[in-house]
């Protein structure tokens, strides 16, 4: 009956499941979870595929630095969003003109 006694462990949040905090990783998965919104927004105008395209690589790195270090369910749950977002928006990117743009009147050919 020792478990009676013993308090309760105290929740910490939604899937946080070793009652620690994590600030770095938190830190990583909200700039990633931005950069992957920022990206995935400006993916659907034409004329913003510099910020898609930067963005989305920013995004894609910091969420894949972050869910290597990952420690919890709910870390690597947001860092998969975002990771997919930022992806998304980097791929838009790309597709409408890439990370540097075009090159003054250059028509490759």
Same mark, same amino acid.
């Given at each position: *009956?020792?478990? %009676?006694?013993?308090?309760?462990?105290?929740?910490?949040?939604?899937? =946080?499941?070793?009652?620690?905090? $994590?600030?770095?990783?938190?830190?990583? *998965?909200?700039?990633?979870? /931005?950069?992957?919104?920022? @990206?995935?927004?400006?993916?659907?105008?034409?004329?913003? $595929?510099? /910020?898609? &395209?930067? =963005?989305?690589?920013?995004?894609?790195?910091?969420?894949?630095?972050?869910? #290597?270090?990952?420690?919890?369910?709910?870390?690597?749950?947001?860092?998969?969003?975002?990771?997919?977002? @930022?992806? %998304?928006?980097?791929?838009?990117? *790309?597709? $409408?003109?890439?990370? #540097?743009? &075009? #090159?003054?009147?250059? @028509?490759?050919?």
């Amino acid at each position: *009956m020792a478990q %009676i006694t013993r308090p309760a462990k105290p929740r910490t949040g939604l899937l =946080a499941t070793d009652g620690k905090p $994590h600030p770095l990783q938190d830190t990583l *998965m909200a700039v990633a979870l /931005v950069l992957g919104v920022l @990206s995935l927004i400006t993916a659907g105008f034409t004329g913003l $595929h510099l /910020v898609a &395209s930067w =963005a989305g690589l920013a995004g894609v790195l910091t969420a894949g630095y972050g869910q #290597f270090i990952s420690v919890t369910t709910r870390e690597r749950f947001g860092l998969v969003l975002a990771l997919g977002a @930022s992806a %998304i928006g980097l791929y838009f990117g *790309m597709a $409408h003109g890439g990370l #540097f743009g &075009s #090159f003054g009147g250059f @028509s490759g050919g």
